[in-house]
């Protein structure tokens, strides 16, 4: 707090970790927790640049670059890249924490990073985003590799972006090898890489609620966002013959009361990719409620499923998911809740899934395709669902195993100590670094 006061975010994120784990560590006087959280707290290294680049009008641009090579205990770091205008050091040095405890629990061998541009991609043409993504490899691939650092996608940063990115880095480098994940598939990418996040959320949920001897049909569902994570999300929910009744963008939020439908999905994606707002589909469809700046959190819902950003679920909002009888909250984003909201919903005995477990199924099947890559090999649909699932159910055991089994297990107790002591334990081992 005294070293970057303004780092606000990232103070949110560890006061939570260091919440979670005072008690329990106390059982565990093996590591010398204060040291070790020291070095936890600070990223191995952070680089910044400058993207200079060309717009369509001639005009030179100039952009941040940044990367948080946060921990490279477990393996190569590891974590996406957001461009957006909010990413600053603060955003970037949070997620990356978050990263490093989400890939641990993963139990695959991925150290953790997290990078980014204060670019915005919304409104440029594809010419501006590929000279864009070409300025920003020209600094950036002296830094990354498939055993050094391996970045993905991340908010503003979907398969036409990592396409850009990796041809420089594949150019540059004159290697064709798993530097990047969340390649499309017909140079090295993932079948489901697209579909991991959301589809691992819904595993994880399905989990949760096994674990009370519940499951998804009929339940009413409540999602936020209506990109990568959000969509995917729903279509599993779909599948589960769940009743999802809303999105929402950053412009508002729309309500289905009688829940969405394929044809609603499919138009929504249509929408999304052509750069509109998640209100058009009220043009399109009856029965479709358009609320303006409105979030999702105030309708009626068994389970809340926040996937757009950070605190986009906030006190008063927790309030009203508790007073409106939501029993679930779980986080499709990262740490969409805020500290207080987290709060409230705990004491008031909402079950509370957070997003370093819940939607680490993107970094898995990120993990998968740097497998593939380096034994040449493409997998099945079929053979990485399965893969995924299983991870899923692995990462939703190890968070009973540290946060209690029983009926009211603690998620994020359970979360934050399972990571915690992985990356802890090959921190140790590695010395003081
Ligand atoms: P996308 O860019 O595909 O979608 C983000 C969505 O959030 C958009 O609908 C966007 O609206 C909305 N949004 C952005 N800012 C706000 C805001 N301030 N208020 C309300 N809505 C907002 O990103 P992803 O779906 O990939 O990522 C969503 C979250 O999930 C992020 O927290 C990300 O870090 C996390 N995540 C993503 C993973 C992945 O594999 N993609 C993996 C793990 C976590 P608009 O369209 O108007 O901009």
């Not at 717009?55 to 957006?84: E, I, W």
């Not at 309500?255 to 707002?277: C, M, P, Q």
């Not at 603690?410 to 990356?423: I, Q, T």
Request: aromatic share 6%; with cysteine; net charge negative.
């Amino acid at each position: 707090k005294e070293r970057d006061p303004h780092h606000t975010h990232f103070q949110q994120a560890a006061r939570s970790l260091l919440e979670s784990i005072e008690g329990p560590l106390r059982d565990h006087p093996d590591f010398d927790d204060d040291a070790l959280m020291a070095r936890l707290l600070e990223p191995e290294r952070t680089l910044v640049f400058r993207v200079p680049w060309v717009d369509d009008d001639g005009r030179t641009r100039v952009n941040r670059g940044f990367r948080v090579q946060m921990n490279g205990a477990l393996g190569p770091y590891k974590g996406g890249l957001r461009f957006h205008p909010s990413v600053n050091l603060d955003v970037l040095t949070f997620l990356a924490l978050e990263q490093t405890l989400k890939n641990a629990l993963t139990g695959l061998p991925l150290g953790a990073g997290k990078g980014g541009s204060d670019f915005n991609p919304k409104g440029r043409s594809d010419a501006e985003v590929m000279r864009f993504c070409q300025a920003f490899m020209t600094e950036f691939h002296h830094h990354m590799g498939a055993d050094t650092d391996v970045p993905a996608g991340d908010m503003g940063v979907g398969p036409r972006e990592i396409g850009y990115l990796f041809g420089m880095y594949r150019k540059l480098g004159r290697r064709h090898d798993g530097g990047f994940t969340g390649k499309q598939l017909s140079f090295g990418g993932s079948a489901l890489r697209v579909q991991a996040t959301g589809y691992g959320l819904i595993y994880f949920l399905e989990a949760m609620l096994n674990q009370r001897d519940q499951t998804l049909e009929g339940r009413t569902v409540a999602i936020s966002g209506a990109g990568n994570v959000a969509r995917h999300a729903l279509e599993k929910a779909l599948e589960r013959d769940a009743r999802v009744v809303s999105l929402s963008d950053s412009r508002g939020s729309i309500y289905i009361k009688d829940g969405f439908t394929r044809d609603h999905l499919e138009a929504v994606a249509e929408i999304k990719n052509g750069g509109g707002k998640v209100g058009d589909l009220a043009d399109r469809f009856d029965g479709v409620e358009y609320r303006d700046g409105e979030r999702p959190w105030d309708l009626p819902c068994d389970i809340a499923l926040p996937c757009a950003t950070q605190n986009e679920l906030e006190e008063e909002d927790a309030d009203r998911l508790i007073d409106n009888g939501c029993g679930w909250v779980v986080e499709g984003a990262n740490m969409p809740c805020s500290g207080a909201a987290v709060k409230r919903l705990r004491d008031a005995g909402v079950v509370f899934g957070p997003g370093k477990a819940a939607n680490a199924g993107g970094v898995a099947v990120s993990g998968l395709e740097m497998s593939q890559n380096s034994r040449r090999e493409s997998w099945s649909a079929e053979e990485v669902d399965r893969r995924l699932r299983d991870i899923m159910a692995r990462v939703h055991q190890r968070c009973l195993d540290h946060g209690g089994d029983g009926e009211r297990p603690d998620y994020l107790v359970g979360a934050d100590m399972a990571g915690y002591l992985r990356v802890a334990e090959a921190m140790v081992g590695q010395g003081i670094l």
